[in-house]
T-cell receptor, first 109, second 116 residues
Framework: GQNIDQPTEMTATEGAIVQINCTYQ??????LFWYQQHAGEAPTFLSY??LDGLEEKGRFSSFLSRSKGYSYLLLKELQMKDSASYLC??????????WGAGTKLIIKP | GAVVSQHPSRVICKSGTSVKIECRSL??????MFWYRQFPKQSLMLMAT?????????EQGVEKDKFLINHASLTLSTLTVTSAHPEDSSFYIC????????????FGPGTRLTVL
């Protein structure tokens, strides 16, 4: 079956760095997405990886290892507004998104 | 960037009534639109995939006669919750897939449905 695993909740300190891990099993693979979702709002796109390696975009970076079925989202210089849920989603062979349950990130001052 | 609008943002209705939610892609043509439902503290659940001009494909466990989806044009899809009941209260989110290289889905802002 298809499955996306990520931690349920993480806590980090303002100004610090946090890494949110995601492992995936999909029928075929056409890439991996990370979305940010604030409470009561729709998800917003953060990153997309389809090749192995690190993609950096400002304070956020995303890494993919296809051989390991593994990705992580790295957030640097954490700000209070980064408190949100982070959703990992794999794109399968039918170009359907398979969603993880999301990681709730709590930022403390 | 691509913008998807959703209307209404919030709706409260009585049990037994029907509610229509509209999803529009404002600055691009969306051949495929997706409807999701999200219960509190849970992840997105795909309900159905709709392609313009054809019948929607529903996920297992989603009643197609209860959740009517119409994708009449490349910029508009509607979801009608028929004979709504309190257990249908949820956050309904649509997304539209454009024609970018990596099939990104652009999400609407969501509709909070409360059935009394």
């Amino acid at each position: 079956g298809q499955n996306i695993d990520q931690p349920t909740e993480m806590t980090a300190t303002e100004g610090a760095i946090v890494q949110i891990n995601c492992t995936y099993q999909t029928s075929g693979f056409n890439g991996l997405f990370w979305y940010q979702q604030h409470a009561g709002e729709a998800p917003t796109f953060l990153s997309y990886n389809v090749l192995d390696g690190l993609e950096e975009k400002g304070r956020f970076s995303s890494f993919l290892s296809r051989s390991k079925g593994y990705s992580y989202l790295l957030l640097k210089e954490l700000q209070m507004k980064d408190s949100a849920s982070y959703l990992c989603a794999g794109l399968d062979s039918n170009y359907q998104l398979i969603w993880g349950a999301g990681t709730k990130l709590i930022i403390k001052p | 960037g691509a913008v998807v609008s959703q209307h209404p943002s919030r709706v409260i209705c009585k049990s037994g009534t029907s509610v229509k939610i509209e999803c529009r892609s404002l600055d691009f043509q969306a051949t495929t639109m997706f409807w999701y439902r999200q219960f509190p503290k849970q992840s997105l659940m795909l309900m159905a995939t709709s392609n313009e001009g054809s019948k929607a494909t529903y996920e297992q466990g989603v009643e197609k006669d209860k959740f009517l989806i119409n994708h009449a044009s490349l910029t508009l899809s509607t979801l009608t919750v028929t004979s709504a009941h309190p257990e249908d209260s949820s956050f309904y989110i649509c997304s539209a897939r454009g024609t970018s290289d990596y099939n990104e889905q652009f999400f609407g802002p969501g509709t909070r449905l409360t059935v009394l």
